[in-house]
């Protein structure tokens, strides 16, 4: 719950403690009373249910990207377990990362994101694509972009 002010935090050793603890008092010290009854709720069955329905449907709609980003010719050296993206390679495509955005975004009305806005390592080499949405539209980018491709 981003910016409710609560949270905790598992440490690897007892020397950071007090860093923590001085992070922890503008972070989630003295959180509201609604924030601290949305937390307890979140831990009741009937959410924890809707959890997994909301995680079963994030993984097949991964599992549509990924394998719509392999029918592409664009490896995913990392297949995502936590997130709602992929980091795909498109290397072999023989374009930058950033020019591919553009092309994208032009040509097939697909938005993705370049790599250099994660950092700078092989950064050209890499777009990131969401799977924030329906499955149904993740197959109609995806058939958007394998027309724009080689």
Same mark, same amino acid.
């Given at each position: 719950?981003?910016?409710?002010?609560?949270?905790?935090?598992?440490?690897?050793?007892?020397d950071w403690?007090?860093?923590?603890?001085?992070?922890?008092?503008?972070?989630?010290?003295?959180?509201?009373?609604?924030?601290?009854?949305?937390?307890?709720?979140?831990?009741?069955?009937?959410?924890?249910?809707?959890?997994?329905?909301? *995680? !079963?449907?994030?993984a097949? /709609?991964?599992?549509?990207? +990924?394998?719509?980003l392999? &029918?592409?010719?664009? %490896?995913?050296? @990392?297949e995502?377990?936590?997130?709602?993206?992929?980091?795909?390679?498109?290397?072999?495509?023989?374009?930058?990362?950033?020019?591919?955005?553009?092309?994208?975004?032009?040509?097939?009305?697909v938005?993705?994101?370049?790599g *250099? !806005?994660?950092?700078?390592? /092989?950064?050209?080499?890499? +777009?990131r694509?969401?799977? &924030?949405?329906?499955? %149904?539209?993740? @197959?109609?980018?995806?058939?958007?972009?394998?027309?724009?491709?080689?």
């Open positions: 719950m981003t910016g409710w002010r609560l949270g905790w935090l598992v440490l690897p050793d007892a403690v007090r860093e923590a603890e001085k992070l922890a008092q503008h972070l989630f010290i003295s959180p509201s009373t609604v924030a601290q009854h949305a937390a307890l709720a979140a831990f009741l069955p009937q959410t924890q249910e809707e959890l997994e329905r909301r *995680r !079963d449907e994030f097949r /709609r991964r599992h549509v990207l +990924l394998r719509g392999e &029918t592409l010719g664009l %490896a995913v050296p @990392a995502p377990t936590g997130a709602f993206y992929a980091y795909a390679d498109v290397s072999a495509l023989g374009e930058t990362a950033d020019r591919l955005a553009q092309r994208f975004i032009e040509e097939a009305h938005a993705v994101t370049p *250099r !806005d994660f950092g700078e390592h /092989r950064a050209e080499q890499f +777009l694509f969401a799977y &924030t949405t329906t499955q %149904a539209r993740i @197959a109609a980018a995806i058939e958007r972009l394998a027309k724009v491709l080689p």
